[in-house]
Nanobody, 113 residues
């Protein structure tokens, strides 16, 4: 059974940066697309960024130019570098393994002065 564990969330001021990491167990990581999603209070969960096993990326329009998704197949990790953070980026961020729809437990990101 795949386990995904996110880390790196926290409180940051507007304009600041955070780096989220997701560590995966199991043998599916290198062949699966991975995604970062977020859910703000009272809103539906939305896709933020995805990356294929080969490294092709896709971003939500709201984060293009500010967020960067990357992966290390040897370490079985996927990262989300978030720069120029805005209050509207506040949400719980989740890591997802697309192949089997496995989710992590989420990590809170709060952007506030």
């Amino acid at each position: 059974q795949v386990q995904l564990v996110e880390s790196g969330g926290g409180l940051v001021q507007p304009g600041g940066s955070l780096r989220l990491s997701c560590a995966s167990s199991g043998s599916l990581f290198s062949i699966s697309a991975m995604g970062w999603y977020r859910q703000a209070p009272g809103k539906q969960r939305e896709a933020v960024a995805t990356i294929t096993g080969g490294g092709r990326t896709n971003y939500a329009d709201s984060v293009k130019g500010r967020f960067t998704i990357s992966r290390d197949n040897a370490k079985k990790t996927v990262n989300l570098q978030m720069n120029s953070l805005k209050p509207e980026d506040t949400a719980v961020y989740y890591c997802k393994m697309e192949l089997n729809a496995a989710w992590g437990q989420g990590t809170q990101v709060t952007v506030s002065s």
